[in-house]
Structures are given as structure tokens and as C-alpha cells.
Antibody
């Protein structure tokens, strides 16, 4: 059974750097094809894809946020980290980490419960 | 950048069929995934790669994709199907979501 759980600071001040950790189980990021992605959702708004890292360390970023995002993995700890620089109140949202596999068309087939990030001075 | 267009809301009578559309340029050439999100919960994939149901998703959920439109169909709608629904594709290795559709079961 695949599970993912997000953790991170709350709250965050404007201009600070946010670091989120996704700790997962039930799969390995050393297995061919596997990936972990990050998605966020501001209150009352739509889902927004942020970043994805694959088993082979291939990384993809949202073009709109590319300059602010870094995604990394620690395979031995079953963790994926997402950093976002220069946080702004507009970045307040629930941040989800997700599992991706080619066995299900690279859909986001498992999601964490989400972690709420509030950006406020 | 690639855009996906969904209606803001769809209403369906209990037991009837709801159709939720997702428009995009030549979306028929892409794999479309659909997610259901109930209030306060994380999304759940209900259809992947246009028309495939993950295990545990009722057969009442089906999908199609052709031309410039993908469609999620909910047959015999139940009260528990009330939720927001999002379509999603990959475009040039970038994830793209539609704006979401709120489904109300009357």
C-alpha cells in the first residue's frame, strides 16, 4: 500500500524560503519509472502542478515557478524535498505530494493528505 | 502554455447522467486523467489515460477523448458523487490541470 505524507513549517514569512518534505512508503524511487510530484491548491481555487522528480533524478518544473523551485530526493530515506524561494502571501495553499507511475499513465495515483502553508508577516 | 478549459459547474438529477468536458487544443492526442476532490480531502484519480478506471472506482465513471474535447461521464449519479472534478494532461513534460468543475447532484 502506497502512502505519502507532507511536512513543513507553518507559518512562513514573506521572502523566506519554504522547504517541504514528502515521506513515502510502499514504493521505491530507485525503481524504474517511479516518480514523486508536488501539487498545490490555494483556498477555494484549482489545483496547480509544481514539480516532479523521477527515479533516475530527472526533474521537471512548472514554467511559471521554475526559477523559484528545487526538487530533490533521498532514496535511502524515502523522502522528496521541495524548496520554494522568495515566498509571498499568494503562495499560501495546501501543498500535496503525489506518486506517479507509468503503470497508470503517469497520473497522480496516490496523494498525501496535504500540508497547509500560510505566508504571513 | 497549454490550457485546459472546464465548465465551472454541472448539475445532474439523482440517478441521471452527468457529463463533464475538458477542452484543449488537440487534446485527443494526449492522455487525459480525471480527479475527484471532495471538500477537505485530497483528490482521487477516477479515470487515467482517457478511459481507464483504477481499482475501487465504480463502473459508473467512464471517460472518452477525441479531437479537442475529453469527457468524464458519471452514470446513475449518486449523492456521493458531489465533488469538484479536475482534468489533467502532460504537455512537454509539464503537468497541466483544468480549472475544475463543481458537480451538484439534485
Amino acid at each position: 500500500q502506497i502512502t505519502l505524507k507532507e511536512s513543513g513549517p507553518a507559518p512562513v514569512k514573506p521572502t523566506q524560503t519554504l522547504t517541504l518534505t514528502c515521506t513515502f512508503s510502499g514504493f521505491s524511487l530507485s525503481t524504474s519509472g517511479e516518480g514523486v510530484g508536488w501539487i498545490r491548491q490555494p483556498p477555494g481555487k484549482a489545483l496547480e502542478w509544481l514539480a516532479l522528480i523521477y527515479w533516475d533524478d530527472d526533474k521537471r518544473y512548472s514554467p511559471a515557478l521554475n526559477s523559484r523551485l528545487t526538487i530533490t530526493k533521498d532514496t535511502s530515506k524515502n523522502q522528496v524535498l521541495l524548496t520554494m524561494t522568495n515566498m509571498d502571501p499568494g503562495d499560501s495553499a495546501t501543498y500535496y505530494c503525489t506518486h506517479v507511475t507509468p503503470r497508470r499513465g503517469n497520473s497522480f495515483d496516490f496523494w498525501g493528505q496535504g500540508t497547509k502553508v500560510a505566508v504571513s508577516s | 502554455s497549454y490550457e485546459l478549459t472546464q465548465p465551472l459547474s454541472v448539475s445532474v438529477a439523482l440517478g441521471q447522467t452527468a457529463r463533464i468536458t475538458c477542452g484543449g487544443n488537440n487534446i485527443g492526442n494526449k492522455n487525459v486523467h480525471w480527479y475527484q476532490q471532495k471538500p477537505g480531502q485530497a483528490p482521487v484519480v477516477v479515470i487515467y489515460s482517457d478511459a481507464n478506471r483504477p481499482s475501487g472506482i465504480p463502473e459508473r465513471f467512464s471517460g472518452s477523448n477525441s479531437g479537442n474535447m475529453a469527457t468524464l461521464t458519471i452514470s446513475r449519479a449518486q449523492a456521493g458523487d458531489e465533488a469538484d472534478y479536475y482534468c489533467q494532461v502532460w504537455d512537454s513534460s509539464t503537468g497541466v490541470f483544468g480549472g475544475g468543475t463543481k458537480v451538484t447532484v439534485l
